[in-house]
C-alpha cells in the first residue's frame, strides 16, 4: 500500500521536473538524504531526456565527449523526437564523432523516446551498417534498466532487432540496419539514418554508381517512409553529383544543412566561427589540420574535411595558380588598394527572371598585384541583383561597376542607376557617390578574354582573399567551346579591368566624396 509520505514524495518529484535548475539546486539542498538520492536519479533521467549527448555522458560518465559541433546533431534529435518532420543533412570532417553521434548515440537515444517507433539505418556496406545496429543493440542490454527499455528475446539480431512493447501497447518499435543497394521490404520508419552512402572517392567518381545509389534511394529507402518520418543523411562530399549533391539539387528547399568544415571558410558558418576557425580545436588544432591537408592531399582535404567536392581541372586555370596564391581574410586589411571595382554577369533576356547572376568585387595595389575579395553571386531578378550591386559597390567603396552589354543593351546601366537611386533616397549610400558605369562590349571569344587573365593567376599576380569554391570550381573546370559560366564571367570582367583600364577607356574617375583617399 502507498503511504502519505510516499504520495507526497512523487507529487514533489513530478513538480521538481518542471522547475528551473537553481529551483532544483534548491530544492535538493533541503532534502532528506533519501529524497536526495532519488532527486539525483530523477536528475539523470532528466538528462537523458535531453539529448543523446546527455544520455551519452550520463551512462559513460563522462567519457564521451561533447562540443558544439555534436551539439547540433543533438539538437536536429531533439527537433526530430519532439515531432518534427526533418530531412537532415549531415556534412563533417571523419573522426569529429559524427557517426558516433548520429548513427549510434542518436537512434538509441531516439527509441527510448519513442519505443513503439521503428528506426532504419543504412551504408555503403551492410557490414558498416550492422556494426551500428549491433552497437545499438549491446547498449540496450547492458544499459536495459537505466534507460527504461528493453529487446524482445524473439527478436535480436544484429541487423534486425525488435524493442518490448511498451506498457498498454501493442506495438513494437526496433531497428533495421542494410547496405545501400540492398532490398528494405517489411518494415517502414519513423526515422531514417543514411551514413556514408558511398565507399569513397572511386565509388562516388563512377556515374553508374552514383544513379545506383540515387534510384536506390528513391524507389527503395524513401519509399519506406511512416507518416510523417524524418530523415537523417550523413554524406562525405566526395563529387558534386553525389546523393548529397543531387538531393539539393533537386530539392534544396526539404533539407536542413548542418555543413560543417574542418576550418570554417565562409561568413554564414553554422557555428558562427571566424574563417580559419577548426571545428574541434581541442581534439584537432589548426598545426594539426595543416599536417593533414599536406599528407591526404588538395581533392581529398575539400571533399573528406572542408565538404566541397573538388572536379577535375580544365584547360585554362589550374588549381595550383589558386591555392598557392590565396590570401587570408585577416590579412586583407594590411594590403591598400589603388582601385576597387565590382563586375556583373547578369542575365540575358528577360531580366526580371530569377537567374543566377555573377557579382564579384575585385581590387588592386598599387604593385600591381590583383585581389578577388567577394563572390556575391546567386540566383535573383533584376530588382535584386540591382541593388545587391550597389550594395557591395558601397561596402567596398569600389570606384566603377563593370557591366556586360551584349544583352539588354542599356537595361543593366539603368537597373544599376536606379538602384543607387532608391538606396541614397534610403541614405543607404553613405553619401558616396556613385560609382562610375563601365559598360563592356565582349566582341572577343570567350577564350582570348579568360586566357590573360588566367595568365596572370599563373603569375602569382591574383589573389583569392578567402575561399570561393563555386567560382573556384567554374574556373578549373572550364574549358573552350564551354558556355561562360557567370561567376567566372564576372570574376574575369573585374579583373580586366584592373589590369588594363585602357581597354575600355575608363578607368577610375575623380571622386569628391573621398573614396580614393589613402589608395596609393
Not at 15 to 42: F, K
Not at 310 to 336: D, M, Q, S
Request: net charge neutral; hydrophobic share 40%; glycine share 8%.
Amino acid at each position: 500500500m502507498t503511504t502519505a509520505t510516499e504520495h507526497r514524495q512523487t507529487a514533489l518529484i513530478t513538480r521538481y521536473r518542471t522547475l528551473d535548475r537553481e529551483q532544483r539546486h534548491a530544492v535538493a539542498r533541503q532534502a532528506s538524504p533519501e529524497l536526495r538520492a532519488a532527486l539525483a536519479a530523477v536528475e539523470r533521467q532528466m538528462a537523458m531526456d535531453r539529448s543523446p549527448g546527455a544520455m551519452a555522458a550520463v551512462l559513460t560518465e563522462g567519457r564521451e565527449k561533447q562540443a558544439p559541433h555534436l551539439a547540433l546533431i543533438d539538437n536536429a534529435f531533439a527537433r526530430i523526437a519532439s515531432g518534427e518532420r526533418l530531412q537532415v543533412m549531415l556534412t563533417m570532417p571523419p573522426r569529429h564523432g559524427k557517426s558516433q553521434r548520429a548513427s549510434r548515440w542518436g537512434p538509441l537515444w531516439y527509441l527510448r523516446r519513442h519505443p513503439a517507433h521503428r528506426v532504419m539505418l543504412a551504408s555503403y556496406g551492410a557490414d558498416l551498417a550492422d556494426d551500428h545496429g549491433r552497437w545499438v543493440r549491446d547498449q540496450l542490454r547492458e544499459y536495459s534498466d537505466t534507460l527504461g527499455i528493453s529487446l524482445n528475446p524473439a527478436s535480436h539480431a544484429a541487423n534486425r532487432f525488435d524493442l518490448e512493447a511498451p506498457r498498454g501497447s501493442s506495438v513494437r518499435g526496433g531497428m533495421v540496419t542494410a547496405g545501400v543497394g540492398g532490398g528494405l521490404t517489411g518494415k517502414g520508419f519513423n526515422l531514417g539514418v543514411i551514413d556514408d552512402p558511398f565507399k569513397g572517392h572511386d565509388d562516388a567518381s563512377s556515374p553508374a554508381q552514383r544513379e545506383r545509389v540515387w534510384e536506390w534511394y528513391r524507389s527503395v529507402f524513401f519509399t519506406r517512409r511512416a507518416p510523417g518520418a524524418s530523415i537523417i543523411l550523413i554524406n562525405t562530399r566526395w563529387h558534386e553529383d553525389d546523393l548529397s549533391g543531387r538531393l539539393l539539387a533537386h530539392e534544396p528547399h526539404r533539407w536542413l544543412q548542418i555543413d560543417l568544415p574542418a576550418i570554417a571558410d565562409s561568413p554564414s558558418d553554422a557555428l558562427h566561427r571566424p574563417i580559419g576557425e577548426p571545428l574541434w580545436p581541442a581534439q584537432y588544432d589548426a598545426a594539426e589540420l595543416a599536417d593533414t591537408r599536406e599528407s591526404v592531399g588538395e581533392r581529398v582535404w575539400y571533399a573528406l574535411y572542408q565538404q566541397k567536392p573538388r572536379p577535375l581541372e580544365g584547360g585554362v586555370w589550374k588549381w595550383a595558380w589558386i591555392t598557392g596564391n590565396r590570401l587570408k581574410p585577416e590579412a586583407w586589411p594590411g594590403i591598400t588598394p589603388t582601385r576597387v571595382v565590382v563586375a556583373v554577369d547578369h542575365a540575358g533576356g528577360d531580366t526580371l527572371r530569377n537567374d543566377e547572376v555573377g557579382l564579384v568585387c575585385a581590387a588592386k595595389d598599387a604593385e600591381g598585384h590583383l585581389y578577388v575579395t567577394d563572390d556575391r553571386s546567386r540566383s535573383m531578378g533584376a530588382d535584386a541583383w540591382g541593388a545587391e550591386t550597389c550594395l557591395l559597390a558601397i561596402e567596398r567603396q569600389a570606384d566603377a561597376i563593370v557591366l556586360e552589354k551584349n544583352f539588354g543593351g542599356d537595361m543593366a546601366k539603368q537597373i544599376v542607376t536606379q538602384a543607387w537611386s532608391e538606396l541614397r533616397r534610403d541614405g543607404a549610400t553613405k553619401g558616396l557617390l556613385m560609382p562610375a558605369i563601365i559598360e563592356v562590349h565582349a566582341k572577343q571569344g570567350k577564350r582570348l578574354r579568360a586566357e590573360p587573365i588566367a595568365q596572370l593567376y599563373a603569375q602569382g599576380l591574383v589573389h583569392h582573399v578567402g575561399e570561393f569554391t563555386d567560382l573556384e570550381g567554374q574556373m578549373v573546370t572550364w574549358l573552350p567551346g564551354m558556355d561562360s559560366p557567370d561567376r567566372m564571367d564576372a570574376a574575369v570582367h573585374a579583373l580586366t579591368e584592373l589590369a588594363d583600364p585602357s581597354a575600355h577607356g575608363t578607368g577610375a574617375g575623380n571622386y569628391n566624396d573621398q573614396r580614393l583617399r589613402g589608395r596609393r
